[in-house]
């Protein structure tokens, strides 16, 4: 571009008869016409570079795809802004501080998923390990919250160093892909319950400990709306029908009056409380280590099994049931947790709602950034964040949760070595309300199986030594 440019300013200089003064006020003229173009295709060659980056081409998708995927997967976890908070500051954490904490450790987390490990996974604040770290930590055994703090600092090193070693690669590697679809399964029958909860058609009850809500609310209604023109959409191929349903029932709800909306606190002058105010000497204590190991085991598996449900929906895991790029996004993860104890908000994870950016589409790490960017934004407009409604989340939930069962005929069920374990992942992930906790059961379950019938393989090793540190953590460590 620039040297044809520079051929045309010596033709003007040539039929100019060398004048000065016109030469520069032709090229000036050309410039000016000119520049639109160029800035044009200097943008273009950038977006295309980007795309060989993300590898548009190969996983079969788009800019306006990916942003669809981004926003959506936002929109179903955003819900994190108000909660996370809320459940920090009953440790005595300030609200204004740690909603700041939350937004910008899932804006960093995101972006940083996204632009290094190039994968459609969502990070925020785990929920499950934040109430961990208030009722168990901080108010039972009376830990401060900046020594918790400095717990949650010192597992995300564990991860770090376990990644850079190879460790958490292992066991990745060493756990039966079956397990693999049992846990996909699994993670869409928990995503779907907490959306019937959200939606008010699961509802708690003392004698049954789960039962049917009201379903004549007008909130419940809305959600069941919602579910069925977000499955006619889908059914349709229109793209981005999660989203459109989401915006569609959220409109519904503010018209008719159904949303009642607080304004939370936030902004980044109210980081200051929190950030860095962690206590890693306090956390070192002898007494405290059993934190440490909680926060780094929980963390562990419920990453794990979020990132095997994501790479399947998404259809990301190679044929040998290897995940490319595992290194980068274990890294991503574990630096995620360091940032959020920094900033001061309890274990960052992967999100099981990136499924449902999956869904809409999403296949490439521009999915996350967007995630990424409107959780950076979100600190700032920390206020609106609750203007979408949970029945307008719900459905999306629901719809994604039936979808991700497709997995489970990858299970042979006739065969008890492997259904047994893969039934029992599959159910206890969703009754126990933890990944985790049915990871472990599965895993144990095989083990025991295993040897118990001779299957016994010497390959196999580190299976077995996962089994014995789940069983160690059932019966030894209790999980709030």
Not at 119 to 144: D, E, Q, R, W
Not at 245 to 268: I, K, N, Q, S
Not at 318 to 323: F, G, L, P, T, Y
Not at 384 to 411: N, R
Request: charge should be positive.
């Amino acid at each position: 571009m620039r040297a044809e440019r520079v051929g045309r300013l010596e033709r003007i200089f040539r039929l100019k008869g060398g004048n000065r003064l016109s030469v520069i006020l032709s090229a000036t003229q050309i410039s000016l016409r000119w520049r639109p173009r160029v800035v044009f295709y200097e943008y273009a060659a950038m977006l295309k570079r980007l795309e060989g980056y993300f590898e548009f081409a190969r996983l079969g998708t788009n800019w306006r795809t990916e942003i669809l995927a981004g926003v959506t997967t936002f929109l179903t976890m955003a819900y994190i802004v108000l909660v996370n908070p809320a459940i920090l500051a009953e440790a005595g954490m300030p609200l204004a501080a740690v909603t700041a904490a939350t937004c910008l450790s899932a804006a960093f987390a995101s972006l940083l998923m996204g632009f290094y490990a190039r994968y459609p996974i969502a990070l925020a604040p785990g929920m499950g390990l934040n109430a961990y770290f208030t009722y168990s930590v901080c108010l039972k055994m009376h830990v401060p919250w900046q020594t918790a703090l400095g717990a949650v600092f010192l597992s995300g090193v564990i991860f770090l160093a376990l990644t850079a070693g190879g460790i958490r690669q292992m066991i990745l590697r060493a756990i039966p892909h079956e397990l693999y679809a049992a846990v996909a399964g699994g993670i869409g029958l928990f995503i779907a319950f907490i959306g019937f909860q959200h939606a008010g058609l699961v509802i708690a009850d003392k004698a049954t400990i789960v039962g049917l809500g009201n379903v004549r609310s007008p909130a419940t209604a809305l959600a069941v709306f919602g579910l069925i023109l977000m499955v006619v959409l889908e059914a349709r191929k229109v793209r981005g029908s999660i989203l459109i349903g989401v915006l569609a029932t959220t409109a519904l709800a503010w018209a008719f009056g159904l949303v009642h909306w607080t304004p939370a606190a936030g902004g980044f002058s109210s980081l200051g409380a929190t950030a860095f105010k962690l206590d890693i000497r306090g956390a070192l204590n002898k007494s405290l280590l059993e934190i440490v190991f909680v926060f780094f085991f929980v963390e562990l598996f419920d990453n794990l099994g979020t990132l095997v449900a994501v790479t399947k929906r998404a259809g990301l895991i190679e044929a040998d049931h290897s995940i490319p790029r595992l290194s980068r996004i274990l890294f991503a993860d574990a630096t995620a947790t360091i940032f959020g104890s920094l900033t001061g908000t309890s274990t960052v994870t992967s999100y099981v709602e990136s499924t449902a950016g999956v869904a809409a589409g999403g296949r490439s790490g521009v999915t996350a950034i967007v995630t990424g960017l409107l959780f950076l934004g979100a600190i700032g407009a920390a206020p609106f964040v609750g203007i979408v409604p949970q029945a307008a989340t719900a459905p999306a939930l629901i719809l994604v949760g039936s979808m991700m069962l497709a997995t489970v005929t990858e299970i042979d069920w006739k065969d008890p070595l492997v259904s047994v374990p893969a039934f029992l992942t599959l159910v206890m992930i969703p009754f126990t309300y933890s990944i985790a906790n049915g990871l472990g059961f599965g895993i144990i379950a095989w083990a025991a199986i295993h040897l118990a019938t001779g299957k016994f393989r010497r390959q196999d090793w580190l299976l077995y030594v996962l089994a014995a540190l789940f069983l160690f953590r059932f019966v030894y460590l209790t999980v709030s």
